[in-house]
C-alpha cells in the first residue's frame, strides 16, 4: 500500500479526537444535539490547527446515515462517514478560495448552491483561505449567505480574519482556533509513536511540539520526517538533523556571547551554523523565542510550562538571565523581530543574521546604554551574581573600525537605497532618543529640492513616523540633525513602503515573490508590522 503520511491518516475522525479545541467542538456538539446548527460558520485561526478537520467531521455529524437528522455522533462506518472520511463525497464541496480554480468555482457558487443535494442529507461548502476571496467572489457569497436554502451549510476557514468583510463576518457564527498546547501535542505526537510502533524519546517529543507552535499539522509532519531520517525512532539528535534547528544547547551559547558582550564571536558562530546545515532564518525564529524566555526569566516568572522547557532547562534560563537586564533583552527581542521581518526581502539572510547578532552583542541597540557611552559597561544590573563579574566586560570598541556602529543604529547596511547622509542623521537622532532612532531604522531617504523624502516599509512605521512629526520636539530633532547633516534645511516628508525593493523587483520582472510579498503588494502594504 502506498505510504499514506502521518497527518493524514491521523486526521481525526471523532470531536474527541480533536485535541485543543474544546471550545469549538463543544459547542458544535450542542448545536447538533438541539438541531439547531447555523447555517455558516467561520473558522479562524492559525494553520494546522484543525479547521478543516472539524468542517469535515461537522459535515459527518450533518449526513451520517446511522441517525436520522444531524448528530453530535456520527457513526463513522455508514456510507456518508466513510465517504467523508476519504473525501469523496459530492455533497461536501471543498474550495479554496486562494486558487484560481477556488476564484472561479466561488464566482459559481450561487449557480452551484441552487443545486439539490445529490446523494446526501445537505450539501457542505467549505471554503478555505476566505479571506482571499475577490470582491466579486465575496458578493457572490454574501447573497448565498443572506438567504441559504435549507439544504446548505458552509464552512469558511481563515486565518486571517481581519481580512474578512464584516458583511461576511455579521452572518456567520464564529469560531477562533487557538495554537494548541504543547502538552496536547506531546500527548497526541506519544499516541501516535505508540500506534506506529516507534521508539520515541519524550525529549524529542516536546522539541518537536516546541518548535510546532502550537500547529499540530507541521508536529506530525516532522515527525513523519524524523522517522524516515531515523528509521523508526525519535530521538533528540534526529530531531535536531531533521529540522536543522538551534536547539537549546546552541541558543545558549548563542545567548551567552551576547551576554559577553563578544560581537567579533558572533561571525564564526554564524558560519559554523551555517555549515551545519541549519538557516538563519530558523535559528533566528528560535533565538527570539529564547529570548523571551530568558526575559520571563529575567521578570521571576519562569515556570516548566511557561517556557515550554523541563526543570534543568529552566534552571539555566534563571541562571543567565541574571546576565541581562530587562532593557538589554527587550531590545534585543526587537532587533531579532526586525531582522526576521527584514529576512522576507532581503535575500542576503546570513548578512541580516550577523548584523542582527552583532548589534546585539555589541550594545548597538535601543538601550539608553551602549551608544550613547560605547565604553561603558552594560547597564549594571543590581541583582547580578558577583561571581559573574568576571565574565561581563565593556562592550569592546568594534575590532575593525571600518563598518561603524552607525550602519547598525540607521538603516540597516545591506539596504541598498539608504543613503549615507540618512544614516548618520538617523544615528544622532538616535544617540538623542533611542526610540525614535530605532523607528527609523528601516527607512530610507531621498532628498527633493528642498524636501527629504523618507519612506517607512510599513503603514505601522509610517504612523509612528507621523507621531513623531506631530510632536513638535520630535519633528525638531530629526529636522535639526538633518539639517546638520546635509548642511541645509530639509522640510521633511513621508512615504509608505520604497522598502521591501526585493519584493517589488521580483513582481517587476515577473519572478516569484513569496506569499506574504504578494499579500503585500495586494493590500498595498497594509500588513500591520510588529515593531518589537
Ligand atoms: N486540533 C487538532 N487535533 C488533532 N489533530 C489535528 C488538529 N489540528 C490539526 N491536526 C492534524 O493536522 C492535520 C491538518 O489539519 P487541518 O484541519 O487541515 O488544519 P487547518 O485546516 O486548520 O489548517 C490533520 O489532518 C490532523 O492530522
Ligand atoms: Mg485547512
Ligand atoms: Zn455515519
Request: proline content about 8%; charged content about 25%; overall charge negative.
Given at each position: 500500500m502506498a505510504y499514506q503520511s502521518l497527518y493524514l491518516k491521523y486526521r481525526p475522525q471523532t470531536f474527541d479526537d480533536v485535541?485543543?479545541?474544546?471550545?469549538?467542538?463543544?459547542?458544535?456538539?450542542?448545536?447538533?444535539?438541539?438541531?439547531?446548527?447555523a447555517h455558516a460558520y467561520l473558522f479562524c485561526g492559525p494553520r494546522g490547527t484543525g479547521k478543516t478537520t472539524s468542517a469535515r467531521l461537522l459535515a459527518k455529524a450533518l449526513c451520517c446515515l446511522r441517525s436520522d437528522g444531524p448528530t453530535p455522533e456520527p457513526c463513522g462506518v455508514c456510507d456518508a462517514c466513510v465517504a467523508i472520511r476519504e473525501n469523496r463525497l459530492l455533497d461536501v464541496v471543498e474550495l479554496d478560495a486562494a486558487s484560481n480554480r477556488g476564484i472561479d468555482e466561488v464566482r459559481n457558487l450561487k449557480e452551484v448552491i441552487g443545486y439539490q443535494p445529490t446523494?446526501?442529507?445537505?450539501?457542505?461548502?467549505?471554503?478555505?483561505?476566505?479571506?482571499?476571496?475577490?470582491?466579486?467572489?465575496?458578493?457572490?457569497?454574501?447573497?448565498?449567505?443572506?438567504?441559504?436554502?435549507?439544504?446548505?451549510?458552509?464552512?469558511?476557514?481563515?486565518?486571517?480574519?481581519?481580512?474578512?468583510?464584516?458583511?461576511?463576518?455579521?452572518?456567520c457564527q464564529r469560531f477562533d482556533f487557538r495554537r494548541v498546547p504543547m502538552p496536547q501535542v506531546?500527548?497526541?505526537?506519544?499516541?501516535?509513536?505508540?500506534?506506529?510502533?516507534?521508539?520515541?524519546?519524550?525529549?524529542?517529543?516536546?522539541?518537536?511540539?516546541?518548535?510546532?507552535?502550537?500547529?499540530?499539522?507541521?508536529?506530525?509532519?516532522?515527525?513523519?520526517?524524523?522517522?524516515?531520517?531515523?528509521?523508526?525512532?525519535?530521538?533528540?539528535?534526529?530531531?535536531?538533523?531533521?529540522?536543522?534547528?538551534?536547539?537549546?544547547?546552541?541558543?545558549?551559547?548563542?545567548?551567552?556571547?551576547?551576554?559577553?558582550?563578544?560581537?567579533?564571536?558572533?561571525?564564526?558562530?554564524?558560519?559554523?551554523?551555517?555549515?551545519?546545515?541549519?538557516?538563519?532564518?530558523?535559528?533566528?525564529?528560535?533565538?527570539l523565542r529564547h529570548l523571551r524566555n530568558l526575559l520571563v526569566a529575567r521578570l521571576g516568572a519562569a515556570t516548566e510550562t511557561g517556557l515550554e522547557a523541563d526543570a534543568e532547562t529552566v534552571r539555566r534560563y534563571v541562571e543567565q538571565s541574571s546576565h541581562f537586564?530587562?532593557?538589554?533583552?527587550?531590545?534585543?527581542?526587537?532587533?531579532?523581530?526586525?531582522?526576521?521581518?527584514?529576512?522576507?526581502?532581503?535575500?542576503?539572510?546570513?548578512?541580516?543574521t550577523e548584523v542582527a547578532l552583532a548589534s546585539i552583542a555589541g550594545g548597538f541597540l535601543t538601550?539608553?546604554?551602549?551608544?550613547?557611552?560605547?565604553?561603558?559597561?552594560?547597564?549594571?544590573?543590581?541583582?547580578?551574581?558577583?561571581?559573574?563579574?568576571?565574565?561581563?566586560?565593556?562592550?569592546?570598541?568594534?575590532?575593525?573600525?571600518?563598518?561603524?556602529?552607525?550602519?547598525e543604529a540607521g538603516a540597516s547596511a545591506e539596504n541598498p537605497v539608504a543613503s549615507d547622509e540618512w544614516q548618520r542623521a538617523v544615528l544622532a537622532i538616535h544617540n538623542a532618543r533611542p526610540a525614535l532612532g530605532a523607528q527609523l531604522g528601516q527607512s530610507t531617504a531621498i532628498e527633493s529640492g528642498d524636501e527629504l523624502i523618507?519612506?517607512?516599509?510599513?503603514?505601522?512605521?509610517?504612523?509612528?513616523?507621523?507621531?513623531?512629526?506631530?510632536?513638535?520636539?520630535?519633528?525638531?530633532?530629526?529636522?535639526?540633525?538633518?539639517?546638520?547633516?546635509?548642511?541645509?534645511?530639509?522640510?521633511?516628508?513621508?512615504?509608505?513602503g520604497a522598502v521591501p525593493p526585493k519584493a517589488r523587483q521580483q513582481a517587476a520582472t515577473g519572478g516569484r515573490a513569496s506569499a506574504v510579498d504578494l499579500v503585500l503588494e495586494m493590500f498595498e502594504g497594509s500588513r500591520p508590522l510588529d515593531d518589537h
Open positions: 485535541i485543543g479545541q474544546d471550545h469549538v467542538c463543544q459547542t458544535l456538539r450542542n448545536a447538533l444535539s438541539a438541531g439547531k446548527v446523494w446526501a442529507r445537505y450539501r457542505i461548502f467549505i471554503i478555505d483561505e476566505v479571506h482571499q476571496m475577490t470582491k466579486e467572489a465575496f458578493n457572490a457569497l454574501l447573497k448565498t449567505l443572506e438567504e441559504p436554502p435549507d439544504h446548505a451549510f458552509f464552512v469558511l476557514a481563515t486565518t486571517d480574519p481581519q481580512k474578512v468583510p464584516v458583511t461576511i463576518l455579521s452572518r506531546i500527548g497526541l505526537l506519544g499516541r501516535i509513536c505508540q500506534a506506529e510502533g516507534f521508539d520515541c524519546q519524550e525529549a524529542a517529543l516536546a522539541t518537536i511540539a516546541r518548535l510546532a507552535d502550537g500547529c499540530v499539522r507541521d508536529a506530525i509532519t516532522t515527525l513523519d520526517q524524523v522517522v524516515a531520517y531515523s528509521g523508526g525512532s525519535v530521538t533528540v539528535e534526529a530531531v535536531n538533523a531533521v529540522l536543522g534547528g538551534a536547539g537549546f544547547d546552541v541558543l545558549f551559547e548563542l545567548t551567552d556571547i551576547l551576554a559577553r558582550h563578544a560581537a567579533q564571536e558572533v561571525f564564526p558562530f554564524v558560519e559554523r551554523l551555517v555549515s551545519e546545515g541549519r538557516s538563519c532564518a530558523q535559528v533566528l525564529e528560535e533565538l537586564d530587562e532593557a538589554t533583552l527587550a531590545a534585543a527581542i526587537g532587533r531579532v523581530g526586525r531582522a526576521l521581518e527584514e529576512l522576507r526581502w532581503n535575500g542576503q539572510h546570513r548578512i541580516v538601550t539608553q546604554t551602549a551608544v550613547a557611552a560605547p565604553a561603558a559597561p552594560p547597564t549594571p544590573h543590581g541583582a547580578r551574581p558577583p561571581a559573574h563579574e568576571a565574565t561581563v566586560r565593556p562592550a569592546p570598541e568594534p575590532p575593525d573600525p571600518e563598518p561603524p556602529p552607525e550602519d523618507v519612506s517607512v516599509p510599513g503603514s505601522f512605521q509610517l504612523d509612528k513616523l507621523m507621531d513623531a512629526l506631530d510632536d513638535p520636539e520630535g519633528r525638531a530633532l530629526i529636522e535639526s540633525n538633518v539639517a546638520k547633516v546635509y548642511g541645509r534645511p530639509l522640510t521633511i516628508k513621508t512615504e509608505l
